[in-house]
């Protein structure tokens, strides 16, 4: 009777046993594919879809709020580089633009000579810069794992568009990060040869297809560390058939990239025009509607550069609908401010 009884409990046992590893086993699967379809969801559907919207500012929001969950997801056997360069490259931008704002500040302590200010504007611009670049190495490494191909020295084999897409954002990643630790004076220790990967990673892609960016990201290089530019390019030219393959496709990144260029080189009055070929071709030329976002990224950096040029000159902003106007030109009829405008 008691051996029975041992038997009995001995196979409830086991069941139980058995039971507890179906679970866990299924429980394991279900997590690892839960990861993956995640993933998945937010490649070939979340991103596309932001993609298409046009609200820099909330997609701010969204980028700095998720950027930091985004390698969480390697918890549950998902591989979530890609999107991690894409969000370290929407959050750099944010930064980017903070500084932007610091620097306009920095401008009009200038102007009116207000020299504590000036430091204190500048100094926070650099911290801005500094965090940019920190954001977008981690971009820019995030491309080193998403792809087996290294950049700059073999070119991964594409599977689709979302693949080529995610490899330029990385490219772009690091041609940022490096400027940018440049500009803030070397704090995120961002190695300087990314620039050379960048620029060889940026003939993997089609340039007519990607909107005339992979030659633009290789003539801002060739400019920025002439010592690597190869014998007989002429980068400034690139630069400008860049500009004409994206404006012809309703894209305007590379606008944005020559008129930095532009800008570094001192040739202000060909980033005046640049900025006045980017307003008058609104009219005639429709943004890409699948890349809204990133137009409108284009249109607010071009936006900044403005205000710059025009903080510099006049001590205030581009004035309302004024985009594509400069203070010094022959029709601009603007010679008060209208206190009416204040109130």
Not at 54 to 80: F, H, K, Q, R, W
Not at 263 to 278: A, C, D, E, M, P
Not at 317 to 333: C, H, K, Q, S, V
Request: hydrophobic share 45%; aromatic share 8%; net charge neutral.
């Amino acid at each position: 009777m008691k051996i029975k009884r041992y038997r009995k409990i001995v196979r409830w046992a086991e069941y139980l046993i058995l039971s507890l590893v179906l679970l866990v086993s299924a429980t394991t699967l279900a997590v690892n594919n839960t990861g993956k379809i995640l993933v998945g969801f937010i490649e070939n559907h979340a991103v596309p879809y932001v993609l298409k919207t046009d609200d820099v500012a909330m997609g701010c929001m969204m980028a700095e709020a998720l950027t930091l969950l985004i390698p969480s997801l390697t918890l549950i056997n998902a591989s979530p580089y890609k999107l991690a360069i894409i969000f370290d490259f929407l959050s750099g931008s944010c930064a980017e633009f903070k500084a932007k704002e610091e620097e306009l500040r920095y401008m009009r302590a200038t102007h009116i000579k207000n020299v504590t200010e000036a430091q204190d504007a500048r100094i926070l611009q650099k911290r801005f810069l500094n965090l940019a670049a920190r954001r977008q190495l981690k971009g820019y490494l995030s491309l080193e794992l998403a792809f087996t191909a290294e950049p700059g020295h073999t070119c991964p084999d594409f599977t689709g568009w979302n693949d080529e897409f995610y490899w330029l954002v990385g490219l772009m990643d690091g041609l940022q990060a490096v400027l940018n630790d440049l500009a803030s004076e070397g704090g995120a220790n961002v190695p300087l040869d990314i620039s050379l990967k960048v620029g060889r990673g940026a003939s993997c892609l089609d340039n007519k297809r990607w909107w005339g960016l992979p030659n633009a990201i290789q003539a801002a290089i060739w400019i920025s560390f002439p010592a690597h530019r190869p014998d007989g390019t002429a980068p400034l030219q690139t630069l400008e058939q860049s500009m004409n393959t994206g404006l012809q496709q309703g894209m305007r990144i590379a606008q944005v990239i020559a008129a930095k260029i532009y800008t570094g080189l001192g040739h202000s009055n060909r980033v005046k025009q640049i900025i006045r070929n980017n307003v008058e071709s609104r009219t005639s030329i429709a943004a890409n509607p699948n890349f809204l976002f990133l137009n409108q990224v284009a249109s607010m950096q071009l936006q900044a550069i403005s205000d710059c040029m025009w903080t510099e000159a006049t001590g205030r902003r581009t004035p309302i609908g004024g985009l594509g106007t400069f203070w010094d030109d022959a029709d601009n009829t603007e010679v008060a401010i209208d206190i009416s405008n204040i109130l």
